[in-house]
């Protein structure tokens, strides 16, 4: 009989339940921060007197520092908790196997998607806040995955799969460049997960603040199933637990540092091009899109 078929089930679900509690505390100043800005008064519209604001806070470090504890924390669990999502009962489980490809979709193109979605309907219908939201949901994601596609080339940790759950400490720096096999860390899927959960939830605390659902609602429900395509991916033997934690990471900084800076600095070059385009009617009928940019 193999060892994991051994590992009670009990255990399964307090794997699980930890790898949510521990990425959702992670995530939590992050939460907190967006509050404080939501209840006040400052107004949603982009604060142009901010210009020469730093980019990193302290929050920032506290943020950040507090991810990689978690990471830390995660390294001698991963290999335990990893034998334990491959119970064979658990994998034999059908709804979760379905529900776990369910949510990589949303690691994977879902954000970008719905980002692209959002971003023309506040086009198409000049909903400034619409178009913020979609734009900074897909570019948040777009940094947040180069850093990850770099991490994973240099660091080359091999996935558990690889190593039949054994060995996480298993890394070839710039092993994955060449082989796919050695990008788990960090969580490419829960990155982009994390960053749009981010992004959107900062930008929906800032345009919408006096709306409960912009606070109480959007945040718990993007946060939740981020860790949910977190989960799934470890349930797919894809990740190791300190993968996933580093992906939340790498994602949500990204998220609403792009929110953050993008706010502060209004007049940056990329938001004067993509979301100052606008469609104008043409006197014979037609439509020209184009953009405007400011001089000084």
């Given at each position: 009989?193999?060892?994991?078929?051994l590992v009670?089930?009990a255990g399964?679900v307090r794997?699980?339940l930890g790898c949510?509690?521990?990425?959702?505390?992670?995530s939590?100043p992050?939460?907190a921060?967006?509050?404080?800005?939501?209840v006040?008064p400052?107004?949603?519209?982009?604060?142009t007197g901010k210009?020469?604001a730093?980019?990193?806070?302290?929050?920032d470090?506290?943020?950040t520092?507090?991810f990689?504890?978690?990471?830390?924390?995660?390294?001698?669990?991963?290999?335990h908790?990893?034998?334990?999502?491959?119970n064979?009962n658990t994998q034999?489980n059908?709804f979760?196997n379905?529900?776990?490809k369910?949510?990589?979709f949303?690691?994977?193109?879902?954000p970008y998607i719905?980002?692209?979605?959002l971003?023309?309907i506040?086009?198409?219908?000049?909903?400034?806040g619409l178009?913020d939201?979609g734009?900074?949901?897909?570019?948040?994601?777009?940094?947040?995955?180069?850093l990850?596609?770099?991490?994973?080339?240099?660091l080359?940790?091999?996935?558990?799969?690889?190593?039949?759950?054994?060995?996480?400490h298993d890394f070839?720096?710039?092993?994955?460049f060449?082989n796919?096999d050695r990008?788990?860390?960090?969580?490419?899927?829960?990155t982009?997960?994390?960053?749009?959960?981010?992004?959107?939830?900062?930008?929906?605390?800032?345009?919408?603040?006096?709306?409960?659902?912009?606070?109480?609602?959007?945040?718990?429900?993007?946060?939740?199933g981020?860790t949910m395509?977190?989960i799934?991916?470890?349930?797919h033997?894809?990740?190791?637990a300190?993968?996933?934690?580093?992906g939340?990471a790498?994602?949500t900084?990204s998220g609403y540092?792009v929110?953050?800076y993008?706010?502060?600095?209004?007049?940056?070059l990329i938001?004067?091009?993509?979301?100052?385009?606008s469609?104008?009617?043409?006197?014979?009928g037609?439509v020209?899109?184009g953009?405007v940019?400011?001089?000084?």
């Open positions: 009989m193999s060892n994991h078929a009670p089930r399964v794997a699980t949510w509690l521990l990425v959702s505390l992670a939590s992050v939460i921060q967006d509050t404080v800005r939501a006040s400052t107004p949603a519209k982009p604060d210009k020469g730093p980019f990193f806070h302290r929050t470090m506290y943020v520092a507090g990689v504890g978690g990471t830390m924390l995660m390294f001698p669990l991963d290999e908790i990893a034998i334990q999502l491959q064979p034999a059908k979760a379905n529900t776990a369910a949510f990589e949303f690691g994977a193109q879902g719905i980002g692209g979605g971003y023309a506040g086009w198409v219908t000049h909903k400034p178009r939201l734009w900074h949901g897909v570019e948040s994601v777009i940094y947040a995955q180069a990850t596609g770099v991490l994973k080339g240099v080359g940790r091999a996935r558990p799969f690889v190593v039949n759950d054994s060995n996480p070839k720096f710039f092993g994955g060449s796919s990008t788990s860390f960090p969580s490419g899927h829960t982009t997960a994390f960053a749009a959960a981010a992004s959107v939830t900062s930008e929906a605390r800032r345009h919408w603040p006096d709306k409960w659902w912009s606070t109480w609602l959007i945040g718990p429900v993007l946060y939740g981020a395509v977190g799934s991916r470890m349930y033997n894809k990740h190791w300190s993968d996933v934690v580093m939340a790498i994602g900084v540092k929110v953050d993008s706010h502060a600095h209004p007049d940056n938001d004067r091009v993509v979301l100052r385009t469609a104008i009617p043409t006197p014979d037609g020209r899109v953009f940019l400011e001089t000084p």
